[in-house]
């Protein structure tokens, strides 16, 4: 019996990983503000199917998908904010104020992507919605809820995660860092992040990993936050590390020391 490709799961996510944000800007000046107080939220991404059975089938029906609808359901906590108690939260009331609208004005611009701390981020979606808001009401002692849809117009785009967007290098650490020969040919490990943007290696490949003006050879990034470089030849003394990706070069930097 074969086992290949049988690799053990971790720790299961939950629910509660959706990040929710509403853009209160335009789509080419984005200015996107965080819906917070999220108690619940389903995303969904349905099919349309249509039967496509005939009498080659043999006798089985078949199904094709001819549309696809997307929707996100929340529910929120009507609750002020921590700083100033005569206000609500900001995402919150952007929401509101557009299920008071109709036709085009209802329509707007949300995101929501996964955030787990140290766990995955691969999914991250954009699109336009119609918002629906609708107070839960109850009884005098119950909690202050809202209940919203906000259902897609037309697609719903994947999108670089926005963690991950705009994000130069940064580099925590070099080993070894000191006692490098100065002839070059020394493997060394760099600690830091953005280096494998939303699962693309993103480091530039002509500027990518660099001691002063020298490029090193060799390079590979194996994750996010891991390279692994080859020094080039250096003059005695110290050099500086940076590391490019496409958005810019590394603010944080390490020093080299060559022997």
């Known amino acids: 019996m074969s086992h290949l490709n049988r690799t053990p799961l971790g720790p299961s996510t939950t629910v509660g990983k959706w990040y929710i944000d509403i853009n209160v800007g335009t789509h080419a000046a984005a200015d996107w503000k965080a819906i917070n107080g999220v108690t619940e939220i389903n995303p969904k991404h349905e099919p349309t199917l249509q039967d496509d059975s005939d009498s080659d089938s043999g006798g089985y029906r078949s199904s094709t998908v001819t549309a696809l609808a997307w929707s996100v359901d929340l529910k929120i906590a009507r609750k002020p904010t921590a700083a100033d108690l005569t206000v609500y939260d900001t995402g919150q009331e952007a929401l509101r104020a557009k299920a008071a609208l109709i036709g085009i004005s ?154």
């Open 106 to 259: 209802n329509r707007t611009e949300i995101r929501y992507y996964e955030v787990t701390p140290s766990g995955p981020v691969a999914e991250a979606y954009m699109g336009y919605v119609a918002v629906s808001y609708s107070e839960s009401g109850g009884a005098l002692d119950a909690l202050d809820e809202v209940a919203l849809t906000l259902t897609g117009q037309g697609d719903r785009a994947e999108i670089t995660h926005p963690d991950y967007a705009a994000a130069v290098p940064v580099i925590y650490s070099a080993t070894p860092s000191t006692g490098l020969p100065a002839a070059g040919g020394t493997l060394i490990k760099i600690l830091g992040k953005n280096f494998f943007l939303s699962g693309v290696d993103d480091v530039v490949a002509t500027t990518g990993v660099k001691a002063e003006a020298h490029n090193f050879g060799g390079w590979i990034t194996d994750s996010d936050s891991v390279i692994f470089a080859i020094t080039p030849a250096e003059t005695a003394g110290s050099s500086t590390l940076t590391v490019t990706n496409s958005t810019g070069v590394s603010t944080v930097t390490i020093e080299l020391t060559y022997v």
